[in-house]
């Protein structure tokens, strides 16, 4: 039986670095989806809602496809923390998050649009962060510029030194695609990394 294709609906490099591990063959297709949160929408809901609209945006032009939507959403105090998009912002997320404890939702869908196949999964992390000082926040900032991860902090890399734990049942999902639900949906959907 012939693996039908699979489509990573996402421009993040993150997210295809993580799904290179898989050793499938796949391709990236932007899914063009307005990524604004609904009002008064709890964090968790918009980042399923969010995955699940990127995944149906491909798959909608690839029908034959089985397609990843994924999207991560911060939390502090019932508020998102989007991405910071420059150095200001990020500088004030940190200090925001310096000594506290944040939730990060990150969410997974499966789509196959031609078999009516559809899957969104949450994947929860909390992350506690240490006390950081202004001069740490700088220093950090300049060394990984993470201006495009929600939180201001890169896990894979520096950043993690700025962090005291990581609570989370699927270990990449901090990173921004869960590889634990992500391998469960795709073999649901008909794609198993470990058939011949």
Do not use: W
């Not at 397609?67 to 200001?88: F, M, R, T, W, Y």
């Not at 000594?99 to 869908?109: E, K, L, M, S």
């Amino acid at each position: 039986m012939t693996r039908p294709p699979l489509i990573l609906a996402s421009t993040s490099r993150y997210r295809r670095e993580l799904l290179q591990r898989l050793r499938l063959p796949f391709e990236v297709a932007a899914p063009a989806v307005d990524e604004e949160a609904g009002p008064a929408e709890p964090p968790g809901t918009t980042a399923s809602r969010l995955a699940l609209a990127k995944a149906h945006a491909v798959a909608a032009r690839h029908p034959d496809a089985v397609v990843i939507g994924s999207d991560q959403v911060c939390e502090l105090d019932g508020q998102a923390l989007g991405k910071p998009g420059n150095h200001a912002m990020a500088v004030l997320q940190l200090r925001r998050l310096s000594g506290r404890a944040a939730n990060f939702h990150t969410a997974v869908a499966v789509v196959r649009a031609n078999t009516g196949f559809e899957q969104v999964e949450l994947a929860p992390v909390r992350v506690q962060f240490r006390t950081l000082s202004d001069a740490e926040i700088e220093r950090y900032l300049r060394l990984d510029e993470p201006y495009d991860c929600a939180g201001s902090a890169k896990c894979e890399t520096l950043g993690i030194t700025l962090m005291e734990s990581i609570t989370s049942d699927d270990p990449t999902a901090l990173i921004g695609l869960p590889l634990i639900r992500t391998s469960r949906m795709l073999r649901q959907a008909g794609i198993d990394p470990l058939s011949p």
